[in-house]
């Protein structure tokens, strides 16, 4: 026994993930009623890591920033730009597929209990009550937004206070961090809970009717990852980004696509960003950002669902249309929350766009929630594991433009 726990800590963390995914898939296979009590394992891990997350971002936030020293550059105007530039080009790309082959939907699922929001407004709105939310509120909701916002006002205001303090507010960081690698290192067992619960419930066979709806959505997720992330990464850093963008997708990727939740994924990339070596001030801030604004799977998931409903419905797109909706599913996916299927909520917002009703909105909601299975997975880990890449990007760009080695720690 004691050699067996010696080999298994001799792997890495990727590997032992994969054991347990393929442990959890046999045993859902195999014996789905004598391995249910698993599944608890699986709600504890992503538990414990959405309640450790708030306020691991809450005090990283707030230490990064307190402890700033003046002519310290960080890179957040260009992770931003690589944010909204990322998203805006699936959102682009979503919609060219769209067309390209067109899905036409079943409109039978409703989507029960729950509430759409009514337009643009609503949603910028939402985001900005959520910057000034009470801030043990948002601490208590995982309100990321909200925790930046106070995060960032607290770090600022603590600027000019005694070392004693800061170096406080550093060891708590430094402590949540390290119940955070904690966590993490159940990830194997939580893992394999997370994907017997997944096809023990739902099957392969509920989603095969959907499987043209899928293969879109899929293909379009997986054509953002392999060819339009690594493209925008070879024009800033001008090597082969495949070491990188394939090193995110193994680290980041594989637990997001089974927590579902960039939120609950934000302590795995900030651990990912310490193994690239990034600079902490930068990271700490941009990735519980990019949990919230870096949606290109999201804007792939309303652009693809909006315009099946259109194809469905027999509506006419001019492009001019189509380049609006590109726009509109870029906006709406930076509205999206970071928890499992937020992005199907912001679908009727963009049906309006085309005068489609919202209770055929909603059952196109009904479809999204059958078949996000997968393409919620799918989604979070392109969202999740792409804030890792952007923020190494940003930070990689900066040192060739200083002329220094970029290296992408094995």
Not at 116 to 130: C, D, Q, R, T, Y
Not at 262 to 269: E, K
Request: charged letters at 10%; a positive charge; proline letters at 3%.
């Amino acid at each position: 026994m004691k050699n067996l726990m010696k080999k298994w800590n001799e792997l890495s963390l990727v590997k032992q993930i994969i054991v347990g995914l393929i442990i959890g898939i046999i045993l859902a296979v195999a014996i789905p009623e004598a391995a249910k009590p698993i599944v608890i394992i699986g709600s504890l891990f992503v538990g414990a890591l959405k309640a450790v997350a708030p306020i691991l971002v809450f005090f990283l936030v707030m230490s990064a920033i307190a402890q700033h020293k003046a002519g310290h550059e960080t890179n957040m105007k260009s992770i931003i730009v690589l944010y909204l530039l990322g998203t805006f080009l699936a959102g682009l790309l979503a919609v060219v597929a769209s067309f390209m082959f067109p899905v036409n939907l079943t409109l039978t699922a409703n989507a029960e209990n729950v509430t759409a929001p009514g337009g643009v407004a609503e949603v910028l709105k939402s985001l900005l009550m959520n910057i000034v939310d009470n801030p043990v509120k948002a601490l208590y909701n995982a309100n990321y937004i909200g925790i930046l916002s106070w995060a960032l006002l607290l770090g600022f205001a603590l600027r000019n206070a005694p070392d004693s303090t800061k170096i406080m507010i550093s060891n708590f960081s430094e402590a949540v961090s390290q119940i955070v690698k904690w966590v993490i290192n159940f990830a194997p067992l939580g893992i394999m809970g997370l994907v017997f619960d997944a096809i023990a419930t739902n099957g392969i066979e509920s989603l095969l009717s959907y499987g043209q709806l899928l293969a879109v959505l899929i293909g379009c997720m997986a054509f953002v990852a392999l060819v339009i992330n690594p493209i925008i990464v070879f024009a800033y850093i001008r090597k082969n980004p495949f070491p990188l963008v394939f090193k995110c997708l193994k680290e980041s990727g594989i637990t997001a696509f089974f927590t579902r939740s960039s939120a609950a994924n934000i302590p795995v990339n900030m651990s990912l960003c310490e193994k690239l070596g990034l600079d902490k001030d930068t990271y700490s801030v941009s990735i519980p950002l990019g949990a919230t604004i870096n949606m290109a799977g999201a804007a792939v998931t309303i652009a693809v669902l909006t315009l099946a409903a259109v194809h469905t419905l027999g509506i006419k797109v001019d492009i001019g249309t189509a380049i609006i909706l590109s726009v509109l599913s870029a906006i709406c996916a930076c509205g999206a929350s970071g928890v499992a299927g937020g992005s199907l909520l912001l679908i009727p917002l963009a049906c309006s766009l085309f005068g489609i009703q919202n209770d055929i909105a909603m059952k196109v909601v009904g479809v999204g929630f059958i078949v996000g299975v997968l393409q919620d997975s799918c989604e979070t880990a392109l969202n999740s594991s792409t804030d890792v890449i952007f923020t190494a990007t940003a930070e990689f760009a900066k040192r060739r433009k200083e002329g220094k080695e970029i290296v992408i720690n094995r």
